[in-house]
Structures are given as C-alpha cells and as structure tokens.
C-alpha cells in the first residue's frame, strides 16, 4: 500500500541553524500538508501546498519557515533559524485530490533543537 | 470551524465494541465529522468521516444523530491494536482543507 516517507526520523539540530526536514507524498497525490506536534500537545496545522502554492497556512507558519517541492516527488519544510521551541513532531500529509476526504500522514520527524 | 467535545479517556475490554461519543453542537450544515486516530506517536490515521447519514468502512461505523450535533464513532470489536487516542474534527471542506485537532479521546483496549 502506497504511504507517506519523511526523513530523517531524527533530527537534532543546534539554535540558530537551518533545517530541512523532506518528505515524499503518495505519488499522484496533489494536496500536501505539514503538522506539528510539541510533545505532550496537540496536533497543529503548519501550512498547505497545492499547485506549487501555499494554500492556506497558521499562525506558526511564520517568516522563518517555508516549503517548496523541488522535483515533483518530494516535498520539503524548511526552518531558517530554529529556536528551542520549535522542539516538535513534524508530520507531512498528502491528498489525492479535491474530491478526496482524506489525508494521509508520514511516519513524522522528530526535531530536537538544543 | 465548529467545536468539538470528546471525553479524555476510555476503556474497552478486546472483543467488545467501542463507542466513542464527540458532542459538536455548534456544527454548521456544510461540515463534515471525521474522525482520526494517532497510535503511540505515529501520524494520524484516517478512519472515517459523514456529513449526515451513517457511514460505515471496514475499520468503523459512524452514527451522527438527526440533528448533526453529536456523533459516536463505533470500532465493532476493539482489538489491543486499536489503543490509541481518537480525534474527532469538524471541517467545511469546501473552503479549507486545514485539519484542526483537539485533544480527543485516549482509548485504552484491555485484554
């Protein structure tokens, strides 16, 4: 059954420095999403990406993150200079299309800034 | 989007149905109910969702009442694998796609 890949599963980076955390969707699937979990909280929407476009995207989605899909099979979420509190599960979701009501959700990232 | 109230915890013995209750009172008639799990700290799963009618799938049933402000999310036989916590979430699809999470439901299948 086709799913959603996200590397790494870990990732601990330094305040301050840049990360990039990829994912791969489900291959015809064209809505794409990215969600957060701090640890203990609840599951937040980040942003959605449609057409080589944000869709919609959160409050968090600040200046300091931005996504892209560099080659038509990944899709990638980067933080510019991450901050302690950015310390979270990051999970990349896909959708098959408009008519579809479901989103299917990687495996996540788990960020550790220190 | 409207609100959604779910009980923090629940028990179910295997074997057995569970019946997990969402109460969205505030539900505006283009919003759909869907539910969704998260074993452990894996990512969410989708399990089902309704507009009006009952909708039933291989994993659940989902019974929204007449009035659409409440709505239980039924597993017919609740195996170990099914502990988990349970999300029930209301969205107008038409105008986002966004999915708001609460703090749903712990489901906890005992042996």
Redesign the interface.
């Known amino acids: 059954e086709p799913e ?1 890949t996200q590397t790494p599963s870990h990732q601990v980076t330094q305040m301050g420095q840049e990360v990039i955390l990829r994912c791969v969707p489900i291959s015809n699937h064209l ?1 794409f ?1 990215w ?1 957060r ?1 701090i640890l203990g909280q ?4 980040l942003v ?1 990406f449609y057409n080589n476009e944000i ?2 995207k ?1 409050e968090i989605f600040d200046d300091q993150f931005s996504v892209e899909r560099p080659d038509g099979s990944n899709f990638t979420l980067k933080i510019r200079s991450t901050k302690l509190e950015d310390s979270a ?1 990051y ?1 990349c ?1 896909s ?1 098959v299309d408009r008519s579809s ?8 990232t788990r960020l550790t800034v220190t | 989007d409207a609100k959604t109230t779910q009980p923090p915890s629940m028990d179910c013995a295997e074997g057995r149905a569970a019946n997990l209750p969402c109460n969205h009172s505030t539900i505006s008639g283009n919003e ?1 109910v ?1 539910w969704y799990r ?1 074993i452990h ?6 399990i089902i ?1 309704g507009l009006k009618n009952n909708e039933t799938n291989e994993m659940a049933s989902l019974i929204i009442t007449e009035d659409r402000k409440s709505s239980t999310l039924i597993l017919p036989h609740a195996t170990l694998r099914d502990t988990a916590v349970y ?1 029930c979430i209301v969205s107008a ?1 038409y105008n ?8 749903g439901t712990r489901l906890q299948v005992f042996p």
């Open positions: 959603v809505y999403y969600y979990q609840k599951v937040e929407f959605s869709s919609e959160s599960m999970f979701a959708r009501y479901e989103q299917y959700f990687g495996p996540g | 759909y869907y998260q700290s894996q990512g969410p799963q989708y969702h999300y699809s986002t796609d966004k999915l708001i999470f609460g703090t």
